[in-house]
């Protein structure tokens, strides 16, 4: 059974860093891509970045390319977000999930198109002056 608790969300003001947690239990972490998504009210589910395996491969939503930083320890069962310059708009709710993962509307979905359900409660962030 996949469980995950994100965390390290906070308010900061634009331009501030947070650096968010992910750890994964019930699968054997380091043979899955993981990916970082966020929910805003509105907009749905965004998927922001995902991490291969090793790190090798790597990939982020267009708005967060060179602010945003995904890594992996595998030894730790952990995936990370480091997110820099942050902006108002990155405002939202951040989730981890397990795989290479696409979003549309209210819904994510995994290689082979079925639909995940596997979200942990998120972490909130919050960019505000």
């Known amino acids: 059974q996949v469980q995950v608790v994100e965390s390290g969300g906070g308010v900061v003001q634009p331009g501030g860093s947070l650096r968010l947690s992910c750890v994964a239990s019930?699968?054997?972490?380091?043979?899955?891509?993981m990916s970082w998504v966020r929910q805003t009210p509105g907009k749905g589910l965004e998927w922001v970045s995902d991490i291969s395996v090793h790190g090798k491969n790597i990939y982020y939503k267009d708005s967060v390319k060179g602010r945003f930083t995904i890594s992996r320890d595998n030894a730790k069962n952990t995936l990370y977000l480091q997110m820099n310059s942050l902006k108002p708009e990155d405002t939202a709710v951040y989730y981890c999930?397990?795989?290479?993962?696409?979003?549309?509307?209210?819904?994510?979905?995994?290689?082979?198109?079925?639909?995940?359900?596997?979200w942990g409660r998120g972490t909130r962030v919050a960019v505000s002056s």
């Open positions: 999930g397990q795989g290479q993962l696409r979003c549309a509307g209210d819904a994510c979905y995994a290689k082979g198109g079925y639909k995940y359900n596997d």
């Open positions: 019930g699968f054997l972490f380091s043979n899955y891509t």
